[in-house]
Each structure stands twice: as C-alpha cells, then as structure tokens.
C-alpha cells in the first residue's frame, strides 16, 4: 500500500539519491545500469507520489508511468550509450563526462521547430530573453524561477532546459520586457506561462509575474499556465503549505475578468486516479480557472485507444476539457517513443469514437512542426493516390489557418518532415517565401497588415 504521508512530503528522487528507494533495488541491473548511463545525458527527476501511487511496480518495466518517468538505455543510440557508459562506470571526470553529454546532446535536435531560431521576438532590435512568439495572438513566457518540474517526463521535448547549459535555456527574470512588448503588440490575446513547469514556484513568486498582467491597459490579456503538477504532483494544490495562497492568485486572476486556463499535462488515466488528484482538479476548478488536458501520443505509454478513451472519459466527468493529442517531437529520445503518423491517426480515431460529444473537444494527432500546428485529418484515395489530408490548426501565417492539404501517404512517416507533397507537387502550398512568411523578423512598432503577418510562438504540449 502507498505510504500517503511519506508521498505528500515533496522530496526530488534524482540521479544522486535513486539508490535510497526500496523499489531501485527490486529492478534489474540491467534497467539500474541503463537509468545511471542514460541520466548522465538525459534529465532526470522523479518523487514520491510518482513512485508509490502512480507506478505498478509489478508491470515494470512495461508500466505506462514508469517509462514516462524513469529513462531506459534505448533512449540513446547504442554507440551513443556505449561511450557513456564506459566513462560513468570508469568514473571518468565530470569535465569529461560532461563534454561528451553536451555532445551527444547536439545530436538530438534540442530546440526544434525553429524555437532559436525564428521564434524569439525582438524589442527595438534586441532579442527579447525567456519569450517566443509564433502565432499572432499567443505569446510564450519562461519564467526563471520555473525551470524545473516536480518530475521530468521521458520524452519530455523541452529536455534542453534542465541540462545546465545556458545556451539552450529560454529564462526571464522580470516581466518589464513582456509588458513592453504586449503595449508594441495588441494584437496579442494570451499569454502562455511556461517551462520548465511554472508551478514549482511559490504563489508570490507566481503572483509578480502574473499581476503585472492585470492592470487595465491589459484587460484584452488571457492567461494560460502549462503544467504537469496536476499529475505529478497534485499536492501542490492541496496539501502543501502554499496551496491556499496559488488558489487565492488564481481567484484574482478570474475575479479580474480574465480567462485563466491551466493546460493540464495529462498523458495516462492513471494520473487522474488518486483521490489527491481528483481533489486538485475540483479545487481549481472553484476558483473559476478551467482545466484543459494535453498530451503527446507515446509508445510504451499511451498508444492505446482505450487509455486516452479513459483520460478523456475521467477528464469531463471532473470538469476537464480535452483538448489535445499531439505527436510525439522531433527531439531526445523520439526513436524510443514514436509512432507512425497512420497509427497516430488510428489511435486518435478509435479513442474519438468511443467518447461522447463532450469529450470532442479535442484536437488531434497533431504535430507542433515549423510551419504551424499540423493536423492529420485522415487517411484517404483521392484520383487514385493513396494520401494524408492535413490542415494548419495554427500558422506563423494566420491566412493560411484551416486550409486542407495533402501528402503522400507514407506508413513510415512519423514528422512532419518524413511528408512529401501528394499530387505531383513539389512542395507544399505554404513552403514558397509568399505564402509562408517564415523569412520576416518579428519586431516592434507600426506595422502594415498585421493580421496577415506571421510572428513566432511554440505551443507547448
């Protein structure tokens, strides 16, 4: 049986302290060796409501949880591992371990979809740190304080943030570039707090970053918070010390007119099981916030209809809404997780039609690809060609929104970057400079149609 009060103590299970839990001695040495290898590369965090009331440990390792927290050797490439490997069990210097890392780490695309490169808006010609701009009315914000997670999902996309290099971190410590920028942008509707996960922090910490949002020149400004602690650590809106102060923010934040929505990383029914879990979604959801449920589609974890038939399910009857199925990114270890897109389709389709109409609210499989926020719509014959219809639920240009499209079908294709054009084609309709806009900066000031200019924000899944 769980022991509920050692699991309503927050304490990090790390790399360093792995070895103090009685369950890291019931594993194999195999999955022991491969956790210590591969965590020198990957992040690694975990704790114990995760350990003791989320994770079977009869099923290891094919438990849902367990491989959406605890990293495996697959996760690397086998040349990758076996040089890792021989530098942590010959206890070879940190400087050396570390280099290698960093290495190894250049190789799994760390910031894809353009996220350095052409998501980063800029204020009077300076980059603005700790923000991303890619769709017109949404802006991402990274608060400094929220760059961790009270445990780190395997697939995690954002993985880069929590490898202790600089270089790879989106951060801000103060909101004075934010503001600034939502005054040059009005046509900006929301702000996206992300991470990292940004409920780590204390409610006061929270509330200067969010506050500043609430003056009246901002009255058009919602609020979404991306968040995992929902499912890994629901405490955080019940029994911890600061509970009650971050629901008195929220009830603020709602109080004011604003829409507040807490994106809730949900990835497996089992996370919305326990009672403390159950309890943190009712007590959100009394301060006005909505909860909206989010996850990738990730082999070994939630590849299956009846799992996200459950989640969805479970999620309405608390008061959630599902709003998304993603495709698991192009970064880390996605070998270890992918699935091909048709199965993706598949599963989505299986899982839809097994919920009621309050249930379809959510969107999917999607992929958050450079262009936008590509959605697989089916699998079709048109003229004789076998094809993907797709649309853009989002784009860096809003005009091209909702317009369908095609690929050829390709059962391997598990990105958007595996697609060719169907039809002939040679590339698809938004990828000529015309259409696409991805050659313009983002800057401030007067601008001529800004409803047809695409900026730069990545969505977080």
């Known amino acids: 049986m769980p022991d509920h009060a050692e699991s309503n103590r927050y304490r990090a299970i790390t790399r360093a302290n792995i070895n103090e839990l ?27 409501y995760v350990v003791r009331e989320l994770i079977d440990w009869d ?21 990758d591992y076996a040089q890792m490997a021989e530098l942590v069990r010959s206890d070879a210097p940190k400087a050396q371990i570390k280099a290698t890392a960093d290495e190894i780490r250049g190789r799994l695309s760390p910031h894809p979809a353009g996220q350095m490169t052409h998501n980063v808006p800029s204020l009077g010609g300076r980059a603005l740190a700790g923000m991303q701009h890619k769709y017109r009315e949404t802006v991402l914000f990274f608060p400094a304080q929220g760059q961790t997670c009270h445990a780190y999902c395997t697939f995690c996309f954002r993985w880069a943030q929590f490898v202790g290099n600089p270089s790879t971190k989106f951060e801000s410590r103060e909101t004075a570039d934010l503001t600034a920028y939502l005054r040059a942008h009005p046509e900006v509707r929301e702000v996206l707090v992300t991470g990292g996960d940004p409920m780590v922090m204390k409610a006061k910490v929270l509330a200067r970053y969010l506050e500043p949002l609430l003056t009246p020149e901002f009255e058009h400004i919602d609020i979404r918070i991306g968040t995992k602690s929902v499912a890994y650590w629901p405490q955080r809106f019940v029994t911890d010390a600061d509970a009650d102060p971050t629901l008195r923010l929220f009830e603020r934040i709602t109080a004011n007119g604003r829409h507040l929505a807490i994106m809730g990383h949900y990835s497996h029914p089992r996370e919305l099981s326990t009672e ?12 006005g916030a909505q909860i909206r449920m989010q996850s990738p589609l990730i082999r070994r974890v939630n590849d299956d209809p009846e799992a996200w038939a459950q989640l969805w399910r479970a999620g ?52 958050s690809a450079f262009p936008g926020k590509v959605l697989i719509d089916g699998v079709a014959e048109i003229a004789g060609e076998r094809v993907f219809a797709l649309q853009l639920l989002q784009a ?12 050829k079908f390709d059962p391997q294709a598990s990105w958007f970057s595996d697609l060719r054009p169907a039809f002939g084609a040679e590339q698809f309709f938004f990828e000529s400079a015309s259409e696409s806009g991805f050659e313009s900066g983002f800057e401030s000031g007067p601008r001529e149609g800004r409803g047809e200019r695409p900026l730069h924000l990545e969505i977080v899944h």
Request: with cysteine; proline share 9%.
């Open 316 to 367: 309405v009857r608390l008061g959630c809404i599902p709003y998304y199925m993603f495709v698991e990114r192009d970064t880390g270890p996605k070998r270890f997780f992918e699935v091909p897109l048709v199965r993706a389709w598949e599963v989505f389709r299986a899982a839809y039609q097994r919920v009621s109409g309050l249930a379809r609210t959510v969107r999917g499989p999607t992929m």
């Open 276 to 287: 403390v879990a159950q309890r943190a979604v009712a007590r959100i959801r009394s301060t």
């Open 59 to 79: 099923r290891v390792p094919d438990d849902p949880i367990f491989a959406l927290t605890f990293l495996q050797r697959e996760m690397l490439d086998a040349a």
């Open 396 to 407: 860096r240009n809003p005009s091209l929104v909702r317009q369908p499209f095609y690929a």
């Open 22 to 48: 009685p369950e890291w001695r019931r594993l194999p040495e195999e999955l022991r060796d491969g956790l210590q290898v591969v965590s020198a590369v990957l992040p690694f965090k975990t704790n114990a």
